[in-house]
């Protein structure tokens, strides 16, 4: 197996392996904005989807090995890039300039799937801010996609955020973009496995800052894409932990509420927190995400 390519050497190589019956292979591939992306993928003998993962802030693609096999397994293709400033990818760490930077780059993923793969309906699922992403995705830029979903998207304020917070991250923006600051998330928010924990915080890739940028950009992003859901023209299921104290479950119910889409579903489960994929019910939320894509026909 080649060597993983160095984000910022200008390097592409791919590399390959097999898992049983799942292909999975790496590579970069470069981003709208210019950054070069780390990219995986996990591809089954036949498949009759494509699913692209969008991870959440300060992770990375590479947590998501487990569902991405699981759903692989389940006859999906599955591909899913680190976003840029996070895991392997270039660009400095968790920064954007403008929000919308990471919509660009999905978008160019999906087009570069798309270019190199067979002709399959394509359904995008977001985790966390990954779901803030699809949904924005979703409700502002009318994608030809057959769906979108979202785990605990981040679509609602955390309770942690005081107004003082978030108007000093406003202001910080203008003033000092790429200060790092405290991200303050609680870990044990993420699942109630603490083997999820702990390899949560022994994640060499994973980012426990966040620039000034990123902090409010996000937080300009909520705001515009809660009141943003009767864009949603294509189907379009929610998941969320109702236990989740990092994107409470009440910015899903709200969005929910407001989608005129026909095909619109919402999926909570008591007592989960965060990561509802790795959660110890997991099994039960990815069948309901897998019936979910099985239906679209």
């Known amino acids: 197996m080649n060597a993983p390519a160095d984000p910022n050497s200008g390097d592409i190589r791919a590399s390959e392996s097999k898992y049983g019956d799942i292909r999975r292979t790496e590579s970069h591939l470069s981003g709208a904005t210019g950054h070069l992306l780390f990219r995986r ?27 991405a ?4 397994r389940a006859g999906f293709e599955v591909h899913a890039y680190d976003h840029q400033g996070h895991g392997r990818s270039g660009g400095t760490r968790c920064y954007v300039r403008r929000f919308d930077q990471l919509l660009d780059d999905l978008e160019g993923f999906i087009a570069a799937v798309r270019a190199e793969r067979p002709p399959l309906p394509v359904v995008v699922v977001g ?41 000093a991250a406003h202001v910080l923006k203008w003033l ?12 044990d928010g993420l699942s109630r496995d603490p083997e999820v924990v702990r390899a949560y915080l022994e994640d060499p890739l994973v980012q426990r800052k966040i620039t000034a940028s990123l902090a409010s950009e996000m937080l300009s992003a ?14 379009m299921l929610l998941q969320h932990g109702e236990g989740d104290p990092i994107c409470p479950v ?9 989608l005129t889409a026909t095909r619109r579903k ?25 019936g979910w894509i099985r239906e679209l026909g």
């Open 41 to 67: 993928s996990w591809l089954p003998k036949t498949s009759a989807r494509i699913v692209i993962l969008v991870h959440g802030y300060g992770e990375h693609s590479g947590r998501y090995e487990r569902t």
């Open 222 to 235: 909520m705001k515009r894409t809660a009141a943003s859901a009767a864009g949603v023209t294509v189907p």
């Open 266 to 290: 919402l999926c909570t489960y008591p007592e989960l927190r965060h990561e509802i994929f790795n959660e110890p019910e997991r099994a039960a939320v990815l069948g309901d995400l897998v």
């Open 250 to 258: 009440e910015g899903s119910r709200d969005f929910f509420e407001q």
């Open 127 to 167: 985790h966390s801010m990954g779901g803030l992403i699809v949904a924005a995705y979703a409700s502002q830029r009318n994608p030809d996609v057959a769906g979108v979903a979202t785990s605990a998207a981040a679509l609602a304020i955390s309770r942690d955020v005081s107004r003082l917070r978030a108007m």
């Open 69 to 72: 096999s699981d759903l692989a």
């Open 176 to 187: 000092a973009p790429r200060l790092s600051l405290a991200s303050e998330l609680d870990p």
